[in-house]
């Protein structure tokens, strides 16, 4: 599973959540460009930091994971998800905000209902 940090910032508080799905699966903890070792150069937008992701699941040689993330790591998640959906295994979101993102032919998840 992949665990992406709200930004901009480190991924050492994502600790608690990766600890309670330790035993279920391998967590990789991802720090966006200008984080934590890497280089504050880089491009920092969410494009580049979806193909950072691409480029760390190849590295590990997955073919399908689980990603999810904090506050704007689970909107790159979500990014990520719609832009690799046959990548993903599953999304978890913690605080994201998600709002300017769509992708076409997902409808609602739930039906309004009257009571």
Same mark, same amino acid.
Request: proline fraction near 4%.
């Given at each position: 599973?992949?665990?992406?940090?709200?930004?901009?910032?480190?991924?050492?508080?994502?600790?608690?959540?990766?600890?309670? =799905?330790?035993?279920?699966?391998? =967590?990789?903890?991802?720090?966006?460009?200008?984080?934590?070792?890497?280089?504050?150069?880089?491009?920092?937008?969410?494009?580049?930091?979806?193909?950072?992701?691409?480029? =760390?699941?190849?590295?590990?040689?997955?073919?399908?994971?689980?990603?999810?993330?904090?506050?704007?790591?689970?909107?790159?998640?979500?990014?990520?998800?719609?832009?690799?959906?046959?990548? =993903?295994?599953?999304?978890?979101?913690?605080?994201?905000?998600?709002?300017?993102?769509?992708?076409?032919?997902?409808?609602?998840?739930?039906?309004?209902?009257?009571?």
């Amino acid at each position: 599973m992949l665990l992406c940090s709200g930004g901009p910032g480190c991924c050492d508080y994502l600790g608690p959540v990766a600890a309670m =799905v330790g035993d279920l699966a391998s =967590v990789i903890r991802f720090e966006r460009r200008g984080c934590g070792r890497s280089d504050p150069a880089a491009l920092y937008n969410l494009e580049s930091a979806v193909e950072d992701l691409e480029v =760390v699941r190849e590295h590990y040689g997955f073919k399908h994971w689980m990603v999810g993330g904090h506050s704007w790591g689970a909107d790159l998640a979500l990014a990520y998800a719609l832009g690799h959906p046959e990548r =993903v295994l599953g999304l978890v979101g913690i605080a994201g905000a998600g709002s300017s993102m769509t992708a076409s032919g997902i409808g609602p998840t739930f039906t309004d209902a009257t009571t």
